[in-house]
């Protein structure tokens, strides 16, 4: 996408952003579909295949907008001191890496697994 809008000398600049559209696809886009996933889904398709959700770490209870826009930025907390806040899930006890510990939430395993029956609406 953006070669289409810029070409290929895209890869070639110095510049940090290359433009309007450059700052949407990198940084806004991402940032909108992972907090979309995360409110309406509870998962991101990569949770949502292994059949986890991210969920209030003290309710259980689905995501705020607030939280969920606080634990994608919490994502960068965790990424700079070479990813030590990611690596945290394995030592700690409730499996919550820095980012899930600053949004307060936490990753589950989602109630219902394998094949589901097929309900359909009376109408």
């Known amino acids: 996408?953006?070669?289409?809008?810029?070409?290929?000398?895209?890869?070639?600049?110095?510049e940090l952003l290359a433009g309007p559209?450059?700052?949407l696809i990198t940084w806004v886009l991402p940032a909108v579909a992972v907090i979309w996933f995360w409110m309406q889904r509870q998962?991101?398709?990569?949770?949502?295949?292994?059949?986890?959700?991210?969920?209030?770490?003290?309710?259980?209870?689905?995501?705020s907008l607030a939280q969920s826009i606080g634990r994608y930025l919490a994502y960068?907390?965790?990424?700079?001191?070479?990813?030590l806040g990611l690596l945290w899930v394995g030592f700690d006890s409730r499996k919550q890496g820095w980012h899930d510990?600053?949004?307060s939430t936490v990753v589950v395993r989602a109630k219902t697994r394998g094949p589901q029956p097929v309900r359909f609406p009376h109408g």
């Open 1 to 14: 996408m953006l070669v289409s809008l810029y070409g290929w000398e895209y890869f070639d600049s110095e």
């Open 101 to 103: 510990k600053l949004a």
């Open 76 to 83: 960068y907390v965790s990424i700079i001191p070479l990813g």
């Open 43 to 63: 998962a991101t398709p990569g949770k949502a295949a292994l059949a986890l959700r991210v969920v209030d770490a003290e309710s259980g209870s689905p995501l």
């Open 21 to 23: 559209a450059d700052f």
